[in-house]
């Protein structure tokens, strides 16, 4: 059975776990070592029993604890040849740690398949991930997206639970504190995903054979997390799909509250 939980989301940092009850990976390393191994202890879930985290990409709240924990249990590190140049320029990661490219590959680790796909972020070579797990439950993680792209739709169309940002309520980040170019860059193509954006790739996921939505990477100071629920609920509603009967939707909170979701 798959196991995902995300132990940390938002600005402030991420990490998603996927297992199958006996070994596991994690998707991005956003907080400190100390923080990840007492939420993955919490849990219940052995920090050894992971073989290798997947980086998304290289800034600060996807990565501030990888160096340390990463190299603590000599995890491989995972990531697009433009991340691990960057984590390697930046101090993150350097030669006498496991690091290996993913571009275009599917790679097994935990008994998982893992492939990467491209997103949309202003950085250096971002990526989402798909895994597979041996009874053929597919996960998607997809944060930090500044569009859906075609290439990003086929990749996460299919799976049973998705991972997806919804950062920000549109009318909350433009009448907000932020300064003009920083609300430029989080609307931009390469920035970050609304609520209504995420939203409304959601129906074609349902149709697709998704049951299970987890919504990521809400900004604290631009959303929250029943605003994030109500608009996707009410798109999915629009289209006649059912909370409870055709899909399970839920908010990660930015801080260890979530309970693994096995299925």
Same mark, same amino acid.
């Given at each position: ?24 990976? !994690? ?5 400190? %070592?100390?923080?990840?191994e007492n939420s993955l202890v919490s849990r219940n879930i052995d920090p050894k029993s992971i073989s290798a985290v997947f980086i998304t990409h290289e800034h600060s709240d996807h990565i501030s604890g990888l160096r340390v924990f990463a190299g603590r249990y000599g995890m491989k590190i995972y990531a697009s040849k433009g991340t691990l140049s960057s984590l390697v320029k930046s101090g993150h990661a350097d030669s006498s740690m496991s690091l290996n490219i ?29 895994? #597979? ?31 997806? #940002?919804?950062?920000?309520?549109? %009318? ?9 170019? !920083? ?16 939203? %409304? ?8 054979? %998704? ?23 009410? #798109? ?12 399970? !939707? ?14």
């Amino acid at each position: 059975m798959a196991r995902v939980c995300p132990l940390f989301s938002g600005s402030a940092g991420n990490c998603v776990y996927v297992g199958t009850g006996e070994h596991g990976i !994690l998707v991005d390393a956003g907080v400190s %070592a100390k923080r990840i191994e007492n939420s993955l202890v919490s849990r219940n879930i052995d920090p050894k029993s992971i073989s290798a985290v997947f980086i998304t990409h290289e800034h600060s709240d996807h990565i501030s604890g990888l160096r340390v924990f990463a190299g603590r249990y000599g995890m491989k590190i995972y990531a697009s040849k433009g991340t691990l140049s960057s984590l390697v320029k930046s101090g993150h990661a350097d030669s006498s740690m496991s690091l290996n490219i993913i571009n275009g590959k599917t790679v097994c680790e935990s008994d998982m398949q893992i492939r990467s796909f491209k997103t949309s972020h202003d950085s250096a070579e971002s990526f989402g991930y798909v895994i #597979e797990t041996p009874d053929d439950r597919k996960i998607a993680v997809s944060t930090d997206l500044g569009v859906i792209t075609e290439d990003v739709l086929y990749n996460i169309c299919g799976c049973d639970m998705v991972v997806l #940002e919804s950062n920000h309520d549109v %009318a909350m980040l433009s009448s907000g504190p932020y300064p003009y170019y !920083l609300k430029r860059r989080i609307l931009s193509n390469f920035g970050h995903l609304s609520n209504d954006a995420c939203a %409304a790739v959601l129906p074609a996921l349902v149709s697709g054979g %998704a049951t299970r939505f987890i919504l990521a990477h809400l900004s604290r100071e631009n959303n929250l997390p029943e605003l994030a629920y109500e608009t996707a609920v009410a #798109e999915l509603n629009h289209y006649g799909m059912d909370a409870g009967e055709d899909y399970i !939707l839920s908010v990660a909170s930015p801080e260890c509250l979530e309970k693994v979701t096995v299925f």
